[in-house]
Nanobody, 119 residues
């Protein structure tokens, strides 16, 4: 299974970016997809997650600014980031908790995409 993330880049404070992450390979179903971020020397932290049924959860720092969504048919998760702040600067990683078969469950990470918020 591979997770291919895209959409990072440089944006000014107050701007927007949309991250995408597509899962491919031996996938029976996907339980939860999420986005995490990590700054150098810090622990990776959850930004947002979404279940197969569409239930979402967000870090307090991004609530009302970020929106996570997914396209189950495409095994793809999105993160719409609005009103970006310099403190949102990090490497963003997508994650998928999925079933490779009806009985085999695995956890996968994407390669990370850099988001830089700066004027």
């Amino acid at each position: 299974v591979q997770l291919q993330a895209s959409g990072g880049g440089l944006v000014q404070p107050g701007g927007s970016l949309r991250l995408s992450c597509a899962a491919s390979g031996s996938i029976f179903s996907i339980n939860v997809m999420g986005w995490y971020r990590q700054a150098p020397g810090k622990q990776r932290e959850l930004v947002a997650a979404i279940t197969s049924g569409g239930s979402t959860s967000y870090a307090h720092s991004v609530k009302s600014r970020f929106t996570i969504s997914r396209d189950n048919a495409k095994n793809t998760v999105y993160l719409q980031m609005n009103s970006l702040k310099p403190e949102d600067t990090d490497v963003y990683y997508c994650n998928a908790d999925l079933m490779n078969s009806p009985v085999e469950r695995s956890d996968y990470w994407g390669q990370g995409t850099q988001v830089t918020v700066s004027s």
